[in-house]
Nanobody
Framework: QVQLNESGGGQVQAGGSLRLSCAASRGLFSIYPSGWFRQAPGKDREFVVA????????QYGEFVKGRFTISRDNAKNTVYLQMNNLQPEDTAVYFC????????????????????????WGQGTQVTVSS
């Protein structure tokens, strides 16, 4: 079974940037859509962004507002999350995940946004933004 490993988290000041990486242990990851979620203490896991395996399909969470960008390098079995203009409310553990199905066969604002849509998760990486 493929394993996912996030990295790149850390502590930054408000307005700063971080780039998270999600590396998969097996090549099979490259043919599946992938997503990023985050979870702050005491809160539910929140959808951040998802990307199809061809990168032609991307779905962003409403709060992103142009600050975050997802990308992937299938040759490296890695998905990236570039986060700019970080704010204290972005403080959370960030998780990457693999979609259950290989096809991006939905549309609309809730397409591939539920944690239950994903079957394999990384261990998470902490992002802390200070004011």
């Amino acid at each position: 079974q493929v394993q996912l490993n996030e990295s790149g988290g850390g502590q930054v000041q408000a307005g700063g940037s971080l780039r998270l990486s999600c590396a998969a242990s097996r090549g099979l990851f490259s043919i599946y859509p992938s997503g990023w979620f985050r979870q702050a203490p005491g809160k539910d896991r929140e959808f951040v962004v998802a990307i199809g395996w061809k990168s032609s399909n991307v779905q962003y969470g409403e709060f992103v507002k142009g600050r975050f960008t997802i990308s992937r390098d299938n040759a490296k079995n890695t998905v990236y999350l570039q986060m700019n203009n970080l704010q204290p409310e972005d403080t959370a553990v960030y998780f990457c995940a693999k979609l259950r199905q290989s096809q991006w066969d939905c549309s609309g604002s809730d397409c591939n946004t539920r944690p239950g849509d994903y079957d394999i998760w990384g261990q998470g990486t902490q992002v802390t933004v200070s004011s």
